[in-house]
Structures are given as C-alpha cells and as structure tokens.
C-alpha cells in the first residue's frame, strides 16, 4: 500500500497544481499529467492485485482504459457545466435559457454515466472471475480513497479525511 500512496501523491501533487492554475508543464497540462499517473499506477498494479493470468491482463487492459477515459469524461463534462452555471450565477449574467442549456447538459451527464460505468464494469467483469471481481473492485476502492485522504490532506491541515477540523472549519469540541 505504500506504492499506492507514493504513486498517488505525486499525481494529487501534481492534480493539486493544475486546480491552482499552475502553467502547464511540458506537452501536457497538470492535470492531465496526474491522471496519466493514476492510471499508470492503477494498471501497473492491476495484475498482481486482481490475480490476472498474462492471458487475462492483455484482454482486460483496453476495458480498465475505456472505463477510466469514461469515468474521466463524464465528471469533466459535470464540471465544465456546473462551473459555467456558478460563474453565471456569480456575475448575475445568468438567463434562464443558458441555464435551462446547463441543467439539460447536467441531466444528460447524471442519465447517461451511471449506464456507460454499468456497461464498462460488465465487459470488464466478463473476463474475469467472481473472485477477481471483487478484487477489482477493491483496488479501485482503495485507490479513490487514497487520493481522497491525499487531497484532503493537501487541502486542509494535514490531517487524514475524518480526523481534525469538520467542514465548517471550526475546532471540534476537546474533551
């Protein structure tokens, strides 16, 4: 779990400068960079930690990117309309037909993920085992809650997500 951690970090570091606005560095921008090491991570250590047979990786690899391209495209698309509607908002430029435009963009994204995620995991899911699938699905649990801690860790006080300061900022009461 250490290389979890480590290979995490240096993509939320990475992460964490693209959502400071940072200059792009090389070809490509932050952000992108630091999902690239993600997915790096995540299918360097996918074989091991699923138990896949050589046959089994070579088949399920393409399927792990296109469910991670998905997921990716789809929480940019929810963003992009969910920044757009608080930038409106915010300036009070905001019509009602732009955001009439915005909700419909942010319904079809919340229809149509959790059908494309569905349709991903089932082909991915049918090259593997039941044992192998629940494996699966415990790497990538345990990876989204890495970078979870790391960019909770990054954004706050140091502490790990739950311990600490609640949201709202203040102390928690001391016994």
């Known amino acids: 779990m250490r290389s979890v951690l480590a290979g995490v970090l240096v993509a939320s570091g990475a992460l964490a400068s693209a959502q400071e606005g ?5 070809p490509l921008r932050p952000r992108e960079e630091a999902f690239k090491m993600i997915d790096a991570y995540f299918v360097s250590n996918l074989q091991e930690s699923v138990g896949l047979s050589d046959e089994q990786f070579v088949r399920v690899l393409p399927m792990v990117k296109r469910l991670q391209n ?14 757009e509607m608080r930038k409106l908002l915010q300036s009070g430029a905001a019509t009602e037909g732009r955001l009439e435009e915005l909700l419909r963009e942010l319904k079809a994204v919340e229809s149509e993920q959790p059908q494309a995620i569905r349709r991903d995991l089932e082909v991915i899911d ?21 970078i979870r801690e790391l960019m ?3 954004r706050g006080d140091g502490r790990p997500a739950g311990r600490g ?7 928690p009461p001391r016994p």
């Open 22 to 26: 940072a200059a792009p560095s090389g």
């Open 70 to 83: 998905d997921r990716r495209q789809y929480a940019q698309r929810r963003q992009r309309a969910l920044q």
């Open 126 to 146: 049918g090259v593997l085992t039941p044992v192998q699938q629940a494996k699966y699905r415990i790497l990538e649990l345990e990876v989204e809650r890495k």
């Open 152 to 154: 909770t860790q990054m």
């Open 165 to 171: 300061r609640p949201r709202n900022g203040q102390e």
